[in-house]
């Protein structure tokens, strides 16, 4: 079964950190780009940051840049976003997602998670 699994959510207090890992199982990820989203309660699913196939090139939102930073080890079909100085406003659900490309919209997405929980709550 070709999937994509989230781990690491969980509940944090403002300015605690959190690693999230996408693991992937039955294909490879070392031909995908992995976009993390994100989707707060009662708002559209928004794209956090993503990374290329090689790892040379990322790129993050506005609201998140110099707090989190994604990265992948092909080596164990796994790609991570470090979450650091984590605000309420982080609160959502994250997913990740393979496809061919970098994109902040959902367009051309392969395969999706079934998401992990992020609480940022004191």
């Known amino acids: 079964q070709l999937q994509l699994v989230e781990s690491g959510g969980g509940l944090v207090q403002p300015g605690g950190s959190l690693r999230l890992s996408c693991a992937a199982s039955?294909?490879?990820?070392?031909?995908?780009?992995i976009t993390w989203f994100r989707q707060a309660p009662g708002k559209e699913r928004e794209g956090v940051s993503c990374?290329?196939?090689?790892?040379?090139?990322?790129n993050y939102a506005d609201s998140v840049k110099g707090r989190f930073t994604i990265s992948r080890d092909n080596a164990k079909n796994t790609v991570y976003l470090q979450m650091n100085s984590l605000k309420p406003e982080d609160t959502a659900v994250y997913y990740c997602?393979?496809?061919?490309?970098?994109?902040?919209?959902?367009?051309?997405?392969?395969?999706w998670g079934k998401g992990t929980q992020v609480t940022v709550s004191s």
């Open positions: 997602a393979a496809r061919r490309f970098c994109s902040a919209n959902e367009y051309g997405v392969e395969y």
């Open positions: 039955g294909f490879t990820l070392d031909y995908y780009t």
């Open positions: 990374i290329t196939s090689s790892g040379r090139s990322t």
